[in-house]
């Protein structure tokens, strides 16, 4: 399941500008063709009389729900990598953990 999320995370992560476009559109078609602004052919879930419904529960799920949890996962992911790079460079230059004046403890020097 955590292979599964994780590999949509990053799909909707690589897609989210189109995500978004997408629904924009299909929210502005929607409504304009139920009031009659634009006439248009009547596509099922596109263009008839309900879709806005749909298109505004879409948006709905994508603002309010799908996109703060990219942002989230994105964060968390810049977060795991800034400390691992921080690991790496600890590792290599061969410090060790350090005392909060910034000083080594005895303990680490013996």
Sequence with gaps: ????????????DRLQRPIAIVGAIW?????????????????PYLTDDKSWMFAAAW???WWGMAY???????EEIK??????AAA????ATGAGP??????RSAKDEA
């Design 68 to 74: 703060p949890l990219l942002d989230k996962r994105r």
């Design 79 to 84: 977060a795991d990598e800034a400390a691992s």
């Design 27 to 43: 929210l502005f078609i929607s409504c304009a063709s139920h009031i009659d602004f634009m006439m248009i052919p009547k596509v």
């Design 59 to 61: 948006n709905t799920v």
């Design 1 to 12: 399941m955590t292979v599964f999320l994780s590999k949509a995370i990053a799909l909707a």
């Design 88 to 91: 790496k460079a600890e590792t």
């Design 98 to 103: 350090e005392t909060a004046t910034g000083e």
